[in-house]
């Protein structure tokens, strides 16, 4: 149905073992529906991956990795197409790396501006 993303919002925890903001139920976190041209940064699954994407179309089909967290070209076990378009790449950006219930920053992962 749409985008989550904590870029404005407020209050979110920081732990000690978790030092990306997390909201639990209830709190507030903007969101996003497709079509609202909006721009947002994702996760790409791997450097292998950007290569692939260079030079392509934007309408290129991406999919979701739900057990990797993050943007991908294979539609095995994904969901998609996602009804986005593929902005520009990124080997190096600052990305986010969830393993449940702990979210840490990545400084070097690679990711993709795209528009929902």
């Known amino acids: 149905n749409g985008w989550t993303f904590f870029n404005q919002a407020t209050a979110g925890i920081i732990t000690p073992s978790s030092n990306v903001p997390v909201y ?3 709190m ?3 969101f996003a529906r497709p079509g609202s ?7 790409v699954e791997s450097t292998s991956i950007l290569d692939s994407l260079a030079g392509v179309d934007a309408n ?15 539609s095995a076990g994904t969901l998609g197409p996602l009804p986005v378009q593929l902005e520009s ?13 702990n979210a840490n920053w990545n ?8 528009r929902i």
């Open 60 to 74: 290129v089909d991406l999919y979701w990795d739900t057990t990797n967290n993050c943007l991908t070209t294979s």
């Open 24 to 26: 639990t139920s209830g």
């Open 89 to 101: 790449l990124s080997a190096t950006s600052k990305t986010v790396t969830y393993v449940s219930p």
């Open 107 to 114: 400084d070097a992962g690679p990711a993709a501006i795209v």
């Open 28 to 30: 507030s976190v903007n």
């Open 37 to 43: 041209l909006l721009r947002i940064c994702l996760a």
